[in-house]
C-alpha cells in the first residue's frame, strides 16, 4: 500500500518540517540508511515544552513523542526521500525530559513506536532505546531520533 | 570456539529474554546488523532498580551492567540469531541512573564490556558510549543497547 | 584537498588521543562506517569539567564540545584511518552535563558540528541528537560520539 495514502486514510497531516536549530542536518542518508536527527514535538506549529512526571502529563507525553514522530516522517519528505522509500524503520532512540521519579519512559516513547507501526506496518515495527534526561533542547517535552532503512533509490 | 560453549565455561546461563515492555521490538536485523533494544538489568528474574551515588553501590551498578549485557545475548538468542553468528560487537550505549555527582559512569558499563569480551574474545570489543541518567524504564539501574555485526545467514 | 592541510590551514594541532577510561575500544570499523566511543574534551591535556547553567558559561560548552570533536578526529588516527579516508560525518551523538532549566544544547553541540563542517566540507555535515544529561564521566562537561562513514581502503 502506498504511505501517502496511508496516511490519509489514518488522517494524518505531517507537520512543516523544523528547521534544525543549530549548524547540522535533519537527515543523512549513507549506503541507503537514513540517520533522522533528533526531533523535537511541533504540534500545530507549537513545541511541547515541559517535563513528565512534573508539569506533563502521561497522555500529552505520549501525545508529544508522536509528534516528534511525525516530524521524523516530514524530515524525511522535506529531504526528498518518498516515503514509500521507507523499507524498514531499524531504531528509535526516545529521550524523555522527565523527574527523577518519573519511569514510564517505554509508555511515553511509545506515542513514537505506535505511530510508526500504525504507518508502516510491520515494516514499522523498530528496535528503540527510552531514557530519562533533565532537559532537552528549548524546553521539549520529548527527542526522538531515529536510523531507517530505505529501499535503493531507483 | 563455539560460543554456547564458551558461555558454558564461563558458568552462564542465560536470563529468560524480557518481552518488551512496550510497543517495540527487541532485535532488528538490516543488512547482517543486529540492533538490541536497550535492555533492563534482570538478575534471577527480578529488575535491578535504584540509583548509582544513591542506594545502588558500585559493585551492584556493574553486577547490573552485566545483567544487561546478559539479556542482549539472550534476545538475540530468542531472535533466533544464533551466538555464532555475531561477527563483532560494534557498539554498546550505557545509561546510567544516577545522581548528578556520580562519575563513574566507565566502571559501571564495564559490567557490560567486561562480559562481551569474556565471552567473544576480541569479537567483543567494542565501541561505546557512557552517559548519566535521572531515571529510566521502571526505575531501573542501568540500560544497554547494542549495535552488533552479524555473519551473513547461511 | 588533503585534510591534514587543511587542519594545518585552520591552525588546528589534534589533542594526543585519550586511552580509553575504560574496557572498551575508543574506534570500531565494520563495514566502511567508524564508530567512535564517547570522547570526553581534553583541552590543554586537561579535562574540561563543570555543568552548563552552573559552572561553565555557553563560551566554555562549545569549546569543550569543539574539544570532543578534535578528540574523534585524533581517535581516528591512532586507529590508523587517515582522515582523508572520511567519506561522510554520518551522525554525533552530543550529551551536554547540565542543570534542568538550560535548554540550549544545540549550541553547545555546535562546537563539535562547526568544527566537522569547518574540516570535510559538506562531507562534514551530519545529522545529530543533543541532549541534556545529570553528569558524565569524570564530571565532564560534554561527551560526543560519533558515526563516520569511510571510503573503502585500497
Redesign the interface.
Known amino acids: 500500500m502506498n504511505i501517502e495514502a496511508r496516511l490519509t486514510e489514518l488522517g494524518i497531516v505531517l507537520p512543516e518540517a523544523a528547521a ?9 542518508v ?2 541507503d ?1 537514513a ?4 526531533q523535537l514535538p511541533f504540534v500545530d506549529g507549537k513545541l511541547a515544552t515541559g ?1 513528565l512526571g512534573e508539569d506533563v502529563s502521561l497522555e500529552d507525553g505520549q501525545a508529544a513523542a508522536r509528534a516528534c514522530g511525525l516530524m521524523i516522517l516530514a524530515q524525511l519528505k522535506t529531504a526528498l526521500i518518498p516515503l514509500d522509500r521507507v523499507k ?1 524503520v ?4 526516545a ?1 524523555v525530559n ?10 511515553v ?2 506515542g513514537a ?2 505511530l510508526m ?1 500504525d504507518v508502516f506496518g510491520n515494516h514499522g ?15 521539549a517535552a520529548v ?1 526522538v ?1 531515529a ?1 531507517i ?1 530505505l529501499h535503493t533509490d531507483k
Open positions: 534544525p536549530v543549530a549548524s547540522y542536518l535533519p537527515v543523512v549513507e549506503n540508511v540517520y533522522v536527527s533528533g517535563r524498514r531499524v531504531k528509535l532512540g529521550f522527565c523527574t527523577a521519579d518519573f519511569t514510564d519512559q517505554p509508555k516513547a511509545n513506536s505506535d507501526f515495527r523498530h528496535s528503540r532505546a527510552a531514557v530519562g534526561v533533565p532537559s532537552l533542547p528549548l524546553g527527542e531520533d536510523i532503512a
